[in-house]
């Protein structure tokens, strides 16, 4: 290899010091400058021939290097620092005072009148009694105040989760859905401990909205059975089965279910508008003190319309049931108390219905990938609310995993199903003025409540008033209006859209992510084999015309053999030019680009053309000059290609 130009420029990679020696042209020419970059920085990683370092340690030594990594490791973990970084209420809670008692107090209470009506409909998108959403909805707001690190975030039960959670257990029962939320927790615990949030990335922008689209859509469906009041007819996962089914059963329609569904949701979005009203001046400063008065209280109405819908409807199911009518489909019992503490059935349980001993093993099974699937979706919906309410602030993606992972380990032992943050509930902790993370406490305190005094008055609230609840607050869900947007930015950007959405609507839901990711990973590697190559017919300063080719990435296996008939397609296209390759972009590469640019050094030197290579870095040069390439020619100035072909002619 010859490199030229004892002023070697690094562009960007920091100043080389540089060492010469004497050595010849690969031809036998005369003697030429070799300028070798020596090693900078660090040396700890440079292998030494040495008979001390070959020789093999003994069982005894390695196991005191261990113990000596481990204590230091231990010691370096046990520090202020870190504690406080891993339980952040050290941080907020000695500069704890009264306003922020105050905004999470406001805040807490709201998120309570809102978690609650959810929390029953969400049990039943889940497929389970409606008493499990209320036991998801207060152990972990607890926990998540030690453990988590956004204030805005309500820990419990959401939509989504709901969903994936119905269709990983089906109609297996409550202990498979404990089971789940139990090793979903230590899913989301272990890839915080191990940093494996990066797995998130993968979901792009569009997988992310055709997942959600397509979510809210079978959601949606899932309720129209209640709705109409034939849920006991309507069985199935995907959205074409339930489709099918509320077709076939069409004829068992309750009218008096389908009229209060209706109303209800009617209800729900005129109340939903009325919050976005405002009276008076758009400066705040500007308005009286009756219109602020006045926006607060349209705000509020607004704000607790589900819990205002559950208690009239419910008020209207208990009327009617007191004088022996039951016009509507009615959630049943909900049992009064709290959840036994205890832990998942990791012995297994007797299915009633069969008698059968399920084992744990069986439990694992049949969840299937839904261990995987629902604990990535989880991170996903928690890190995504985390950022919205960010203002700015950097998000601490491992804590929310740690935070997120305890509070669905210790949720499995109060019996519920898996949960995570719902951003419905964050935009109401965050708009009720929430200070700290201890606005969890008494929404906790709100829901166990709930399930101590008022379970008996549950039971008359009407199944399709729970379905106009979901209905009317997932169908904003559809991210309809992303896609004009991503149109006009990136027109392919719609096929991972497309693909997750279809395919969540028509198979199941982590299918349709997997099929979304592939297809990403598919557009990444396509732009990893294909880069953009610049050409230009340059002159040299004496007047030499000369080709520029210039890569703008790096050479890996896929891209080099499409790089190679590219520089020999061009290079030959009209004359014999010389060619010079741009390397100021390339950063990396491999054994393959390192065989292939040995072969095209020598395909250029057996038609006698000059091929030399730009401000390559050395550390890629050291790469290339493993497999000792003939005439591979470096050079670092502009200034210096005159010299090189000069002397190229001279040898010739």
């Known amino acids: ?47 030494v021939n040495d008979d001390t370092r070959r020789r093999k340690t003994t069982l005894k030594e390695n196991l005191s290097k261990l113990q000596t990594k481990a204590k230091e490791k231990i010691r370096k973990g046990c520090t202020k620092k870190l504690l406080m970084k891993r339980l952040p209420i050290t941080r907020w809670f000695p500069a704890y005072n009264v306003p922020f008692a105050v905004g999470d107090l406001v805040a807490g209470i709201t998120v309570g009148l809102t978690v609650i009506p959810q929390a029953l409909a969400y049990a039943n998108i889940a497929g389970l009694p409606p008493q499990y959403g209320l036991y998801g909805s207060f152990f972990g707001c607890l926990l998540y105040i030690f453990f988590g690190s956004c204030k805005d975030v309500p820990m419990g039960p ?65 309720q129209i059975k209640d709705l109409l009041g034939i849920g006991q007819f309507v069985k199935g996962n995907t959205f074409v089965e339930m489709w099918t089914a509320i077709v076939q059963n069409f004829q068992h329609v309750r009218v008096a ?32 003190m009756s219109q602020k008065i006045t926006n607060k209280v349209l705000w509020l109405v607004s704000t607790t319309r589900n819990a205002t819908l559950v208690i009239v409807t419910g008020i209207i199911g208990w009327a009617l049931a007191e004088k022996g009518q039951k016009p509507f489909i009615l959630i049943g019992e909900v049992p009064a108390g709290l959840p036994n503490i205890q832990p998942p059935a990791f012995t297994g349980y007797t299915d009633e219905a069969t008698g059968e001993h399920v084992s744990f093993s069986d439990i694992v099974s049949n969840l299937g990938s839904g261990i995987i699937v629902l604990p990535i979706l989880a991170i996903l919906e928690n890190i995504s609310i985390c950022k919205a309410f960010s203002a700015g602030k950097s998000v601490d993606a491992t804590q929310e995993m740690i935070a997120i992972g305890i509070c669905n380990i210790g949720n499995s032992f109060v019996q519920a199903f898996p949960g995570t943050g719902a951003l419905a509930r964050s935009a109401v902790n965050n708009a009720s003025g929430v200070r700290t993370p201890l606005g969890g406490l008494y929404t906790g305190l709100l829901v166990i409540l709930s399930l101590l005094f008022f379970t008996p008055f549950f039971q008359f609230i009407p199944k399709t008033a729970l379905g106009a609840l979901i209905i009317a607050a997932v169908i904003f869900m559809v991210e309809v209006k992303v896609v004009k947007p991503m149109y006009r930015c990136k027109k392919i950007d719609l096929i991972p859209f497309l693909g997750t959405f279809i395919f969540c609507l028509a198979i199941k839901l982590e299918i349709g992510i997997i099929v979304g990711v592939g297809i990403n990973i598919l557009f990444i590697l396509y732009q990893a084999a294909r880069p953009k ?43 014999i030019f010389p060619v010079v390759i741009d390397c100021s972009h390339i950063y990396g590469a491999d054994f393959t680009a390192a065989r292939v640019v040995e072969s095209l050094t020598n395909d250029f030197a057996a038609r006698n053309q000059p091929l030399f290579f730009f401000n390559l870095k ?35």
């Open 533 to 575: 190559i610049s050409i230009d017919r340059l002159f040299t300063g004496e007047g030499i015309e000369y080709m520029m080719l210039t890569p703008d990435r790096c050479l890996i296996f896929p891209s080099v053999d499409y790089v190679r008939n590219l520089v020999t397609k061009h290079g030959t296209k009209e004359g």
């Open 618 to 652: 050395p550390s890629v040069v050291a790469i290339f000059e493993g497999l000792q390439p003939k005439d591979f020619v470096v050079y670092y100035e502009e200034n210096d290609l005159d010299m090189l072909l000069k002397r190229r002619a001279e040898t010739a």
């Open 257 to 288: 279910d389908t009229v209060m569904g209706i109303v209800c949701i009617v209800v729900l979005l005129l109340l939903r508008a009325l919050g976005t009203i405002s009276i008076g001046p758009k400066d705040d400063e500007k308005k009286t």
């Open 158 to 222: 959401t939509a989504i989760i709901s969903l994936l959670t119905y269709q990983a257990v089906g109609d297996k029962g409550p202990e498979h859905a404990i089971m789940l939320t139990f090793l979903s927790g230590c899913v989301i615990l272990l890839m915080g401990i191990l940093g494996l949030g990066f797995v998130i990335d993968f979901v792009s922008g569009p997988v992310s909205s055709g997942f959600t689209s397509a979510v809210a859509l079978i959601i949606v469906t899932s």
């Open 1 to 47: 290899m010859t490199a030229m130009s004892d002023k070697h420029s690094s562009n960007g990679d920091g100043q080389e010091n540089r060492k010469s020696l004497t050595s010849h042209l690969p031809d036998g020419g005369s003697s030429s400058t070799i300028c070798i970059p020596e090693p900078m920085g660090s040396t700890d990683f440079i292998l």
